[in-house]
């Protein structure tokens, strides 16, 4: 559903993920924050069980573009314990679309195989690992020889880029703010914050995109887990502009509000702080509500602190998208003990 007459309509769309999420308010930490405002939850994280998380919404729409090109083999890319190799392999077996990954990784992350990976190898995806600095140094080459493999081997490959955040990926939040919409007026939510965690940068830029098209009304704002303002300020904004290009749009992407909270990457992407640990142990006991260290928990930290600062003071209604990652937990299984016991 599009709005009429406004000059766009969505792709090709695979039906994969567990839609509608539902919309949760978080009482109990309403209440204890004093502000009188009321903080929701999308939970995004109930997309699926194995497909868990916000990538099956932009995947709905790649891995249709891929198919409609005719792909038997999809090829994508991130870090070992990336949520979105994960999606991809588990809903690559589901489709009988072969998957290869390139992840970026220590051999020993490896060694015994847990989380994400984990299911990425369970669901039948091969998989090369490349330790970071060389991921890096050498990310192109990495990519056009699987892509040439794959060809050699009389396969059709497609290429996701990471997380799926480019022009297609776009599409999956677009969407997600269709549901919001319906959301908002249950709950008689107007012009809330909405909140996401920002990794590679596709839901921001989906939200940003579906905010307008569906007239929400809302700020979006992401908090960035890795990198900085300024590259999330700029890849949002690329992302956008690929996508009104690929779909010949007629909207000015480009004076559309992008805001990017930075200061809460803490030591490092995939680093998680005591603190912050200790803060995830409290949400899940206080409203059951599982966060992961990598993503969702930094997003959820910064926002309890951008509340408290006043960030948000002049909404009644704090919307957060909960985009999944529970998969990445079992790394910090013993960090989590240290935390527990002491
Ligand atoms: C659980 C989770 N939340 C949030 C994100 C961020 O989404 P995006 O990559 O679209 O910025 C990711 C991936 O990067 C993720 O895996």
Known sequence: MGLPGAGWEYPERLSLACLPTPLVELQRLGESLGTGQRVWVKRDDLTGCAISGNKVRKLEFTLADAIR????????????QSNHCRATAVLGAQLGLKVHLILRGMPEELAIPSGNVLLDLLCGATVELHPPQEYTRRFRSLAKSAMAAAKADGRKPYWITTGASDGVGVWGYVRACDELQQDFARHGIEAPHIVCA???????????????????????????????????????????????????????????????????????????????????????????????????????????????????????DIVFIHTGGIFGWQPFASRLAAVLHG
């Open 69 to 80: 090109q005719g792909a038997d083999t999809i090829i994508t890319c991130g870090g070992v």
């Open 198 to 316: 920002s990794g590679s940068g596709g839901t921001q830029a989906g939200l940003v995109a579906g905010n307008v098209l569906h007239g929400l009304g809302a700020v979006i704002s992401g908090i960035n887990v890795c990198d900085d303002e300024a590259y999330f300020l700029k890849k949002i904004r690329s992302d956008l502009l690929a996508w009104k290009q690929q779909y010949e749009l007629p909207f000015p992407v480009e004076e559309w509000d992008v805001r990017v909270i930075d200061g809460y990457v803490g030591e490092g992407y995939a680093k998680a702080s005591e603190e912050l640990l200790a803060l995830l142990v409290d949400m899940a006991r206080m409203e059951g509500l599982v966060l992961d260290p990598v993503y969702t928990g930094k997003a959820f930290y910064g926002l309890l602190n951008e509340i408290a600062r006043g960030r948000f003071a002049d909404t009644r």
